[in-house]
């Protein structure tokens, strides 16, 4: 049976057939092939297009269907779940049709229907249906996606329909210009996907290229096969600057697609700067072949002007919903049978214990409504080494692995990547625990792996000293201290950041402002510290000399996903990055500005920093532990060697 939750559910090919289905609906039309069957429209948000068009495409197909007007008058409002009403409701319909508020509920009530299930958007995360109609637009006005450039504006981070957007566009060779309102930027997860997936990198565009629709955002430039260009410098100076600004200006812009600000998704105001589209774009030369889209309901970032001119193209984009829904709808009828063709390229995990991992995002249908969930992931694995990642398998939100065990063994510590070809192999026979926390595994009766012999690298004076250094010099270096900003890596660069922000304060008597990046965790990417005066607004990056802050430089892919946070959130003037020990094992030419230690060191030893305050730990250290042999003592992880925190 096939299900449309996501567009990665369906392979360019198909798309392509419900294209040239979409083309021929006079036939279909004709035809009437879903004569006899009934789709049943659950919507538990409101809509116009996506309910109206679906209703309108089944019945053009012959079809007939059910509806409840509004869920709340449904026995939802008695309590009833998702998982009971979809499998209640597949026994009345052939098709389900659902739009929800939790990331990942149409996921979930697919697990518990026996019909097909069509995803009409669900919470932050995804608008399949939408993104087809957006794409079919795309190539009846331009004649084909691949090389084009479109411009996605707005909201980006609550507005589903740009989420499944932006992969389809990246699968059909499309570039994509991110032009975010403020503190609206992509989400991580979904930039970490698109490099992951489609090896696509960011690049700025230049300022004044895009100034005809907002002055204040920071435009970003998607594109594949490029050289990672902005993330690979941490001190940005004015040549490296100009070349990349350069690099980026003068784009042919094909598409403008501007998106509402998505205020029931927001809990902490909605106040700022948002992108807007009106006559100063209709009159800008560059603009002359670049169409305007918009996903529609608009509220006020699209004026009406723009509804005239041949450009603005948005209610011919409403209209395909239902051509390219009634394709859709006779496209999964004929599959009813067959099984997806999409390559299942990731590990599905189910943690074999009763306590294991969450998923971070708190609007997530798993968080919600655990009874009709499961807890389950793909682990996304680098063949090359480094941290895993779970991404939920109802909401795509993705988090750090942090503690492993196996369930036999009933040992656990944290992940290391010396360890993988170990966890792999628990992985087939289903051993594998994944823990959030100590609390967890301990809780399950999990008893830690002994720790082997530790060198001591930096001791605590040691470390006092390389702090001591590192804020001299950063101070030496500031052109205008009062606009320094400490950003430490969560959650040991974190710790280290307010220590490096207490020693410049000792230095100049003022001290500076500190917030802290948190890559694949559970809250917002990027936050301050201190001050913490609440009228004090989001961080603001614009113009600003970031000292970027962590503990230990190995691989350079988290520096790495720290700039890119940085650079989407705001352009600063420059960005130097300060770690307490340099190991000399970088993948990514990131180059470290401030150095507490250099320390060369073989592949299979691990460092790590323990500060006082952090994990119980009782005083500051660094140290190092060698994993010679890990793959056969943490089999079994009940030697001694091996199985520790690294970094
Ligand atoms: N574009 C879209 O999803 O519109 P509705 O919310 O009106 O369905």
């Known amino acids: 049976m096939r299900h449309l939750i996501s567009i990665a559910d369906l392979s360019n090919d198909e798309i392509e057939e419900i294209f040239a289905l979409a083309d021929s609906t006079d036939e279909l039309r004709t035809e009437k092939p879903a004569t006899g069957q009934i789709m049943a429209t659950l919507f538990y948000e409101p809509s116009t297009r996506t309910r109206l068009s679906f209703e309108s495409a089944m019945q053009r197909l012959g079809g007939s269907v059910i509806s409840c007007s509004d869920m709340k008058s449904s026995s939802t409002a008695k309590g009833e779940t998702i998982a009971d009403t979809a499998k209640v409701v597949s026994s009345y319909a052939d098709v389900l049709v659902v739009r929800h508020h939790w990331d990942g509920a149409v996921q979930a009530m697919a697990e518990h229907a026996d019909v097909p299930v069509i995803n009409a958007g669900d919470g932050g995360h995804e608008h399949p249906t939408q993104t087809l109609c957006d794409l079919y637009t795309l190539r009846k006005e331009k004649g084909g996606l691949k090389g084009l450039t479109v411009v996605i504006c707005g909201d980006l981070k609550n507005g589903r329909t740009i989420h499944s957007l932006v992969f389809a566009l990246a699968r059909f060779g499309a570039n994509v210009v991110t032009l975010a309102a403020n503190g609206m930027a992509l989400p991580q997860y979904v930039i970490e996907g698109l490099e992951r997936e489609y090896g696509y990198g960011l690049m700025p565009v230049a300022a004044d290229d895009l100034s005809a629709v907002v002055t204040e955002t920071d435009a970003l430039y998607l594109t594949p096969k490029q050289p990672h260009q902005l993330a690979l410098f941490t001190q940005v100076d004015e040549v490296i600057q100009a070349r990349?600004?350069?690099?980026?200006?003068?784009?042919?812009?094909?598409?403008?697609?501007?998106?509402?600000?998505?205020?029931?998704?927001?809990?902490?105001?909605?106040?700022?700067?948002?992108?807007?589209?009106?006559?100063?774009?209709?009159?800008?030369?560059?603009?002359?072949?670049?169409?305007?889209?918009?996903?529609?309901?608009?509220?006020?970032?699209?004026?009406?002007?723009?509804?005239?001119?041949?450009?603005?193209?948005?209610?011919?984009?409403?209209?395909?919903?239902?051509?390219?829904?009634?394709?859709?709808?006779?496209?999964?009828?004929?599959?009813?049978?067959?099984q997806s063709s999409k390559p299942k390229k990731s590990v599905v995990y189910e943690s074999p214990e009763t306590i294991g991992p969450h998923c971070r995002n708190p609007n997530c249908v798993t968080l919600n409504e655990p009874i009709s969930t499961r807890r389950k992931f793909r682990i996304l694995s680098p063949d090359d080494g480094g941290a895993w990642l779970l991404a939920c398998l109802y909401c795509d939100h993705r988090s750090k692995v942090q503690y492993i065990g196996n369930a036999k063994s009933k040992r656990y510590s944290s992940f290391d990547p010396g360890l993988v070809n170990s966890l792999r192999e628990w992985l087939n026979k289903g051993e594998l625990?994944?823990?959030?926390?100590?609390?967890?595994?301990?809780?399950?009766?999990?008893?830690?792996?002994?720790?082997?012999?530790?060198?001591?690298?930096?001791?605590?004076?040691?470390?006092?000293?390389?702090?001591?250094?590192?804020?001299?010099?950063?101070?030496?270096?500031?052109?205008?201290?009062?606009?320094?900003?400490?950003?430490?890596?969560?959650?040991?660069?974190?710790?280290?950041?307010?220590?490096?922000?207490?020693?410049?304060?000792?230095?100049?008597?003022?001290?500076?402002?500190?917030?802290?990046?948190?890559?694949?965790?559970?809250?917002?990417?990027?936050?301050?510290?201190?001050?913490?005066?609440?009228?004090?607004?989001?961080?603001?990056?614009?113009?600003?000399?970031?000292?970027?802050?962590?503990?230990?430089?190995?691989?350079?892919?988290?520096?790495?996903?720290?700039?890119?946070?940085?650079?989407?959130?705001?352009?600063?003037?420059?960005?130097?990055?300060?770690?307490?020990?340099?190991?000399?094992?970088?993948?990514?030419?990131v180059r470290p500005n401030y150095v507490g230690k250099n320390i060369p060191s073989a592949e299979n030893e691990r460092v790590r920093v323990k500060l006082r305050g952090l994990d119980q730990e009782t005083g500051d250290q660094a140290v190092m532990y060698s994993i010679e042999n890990a793959a056969g003592t943490a089999a079994s992880l009940s030697a001694a060697e091996g199985a520790v925190a690294s970094r």
């Open 433 to 589: 625990s994944i823990f959030d926390t100590i609390k967890e595994a301990e809780e399950l009766g999990y008893e830690p792996t002994k720790s082997g012999p530790q060198r001591v690298l930096m001791n605590e004076a040691e470390i006092n000293k390389a702090l001591v250094d590192i804020a001299t010099q950063i101070l030496r270096d500031c052109q205008n201290p009062d606009r320094l900003l400490i950003l430490g890596v969560r959650s040991v660069g974190a710790q280290l950041a307010q220590r490096l922000a207490q020693e410049i304060e000792k230095q100049r008597q003022r001290r500076p402002e500190l917030g802290e990046i948190e890559i694949f965790g559970a809250g917002e990417e990027l936050r301050r510290v201190s001050p913490t005066d609440a009228d004090a607004g989001p961080l603001n990056l614009k113009d600003r000399e970031v000292i970027l802050v962590d503990d230990v430089l190995y691989t350079g892919r988290t520096v790495k996903s720290a700039l890119s946070i940085i650079f989407r959130s705001g352009r600063p003037q420059s960005v130097r990055l300060a770690v307490l020990v340099d190991r000399g094992h970088r993948e990514v030419p």
């Open 244 to 338: 990349l600004s350069s690099m980026a200006t003068g784009l042919r812009y094909d598409a403008f697609y501007m998106t509402r600000k998505q205020k029931e998704r927001m809990k902490d105001g909605t106040a700022g700067n948002y992108p807007t589209i009106g006559a100063n774009f209709l009159r800008e030369q560059r603009f002359q072949d670049t169409v305007v889209m918009h996903p529609l309901p608009r509220v006020d970032e699209l004026s009406p002007e723009v509804d005239k001119d041949r450009r603005g193209i948005y209610f011919k984009q409403a209209a395909y919903g239902v051509p390219v829904r009634m394709a859709l709808l006779k496209f999964l009828f004929d599959r009813q049978e067959k």
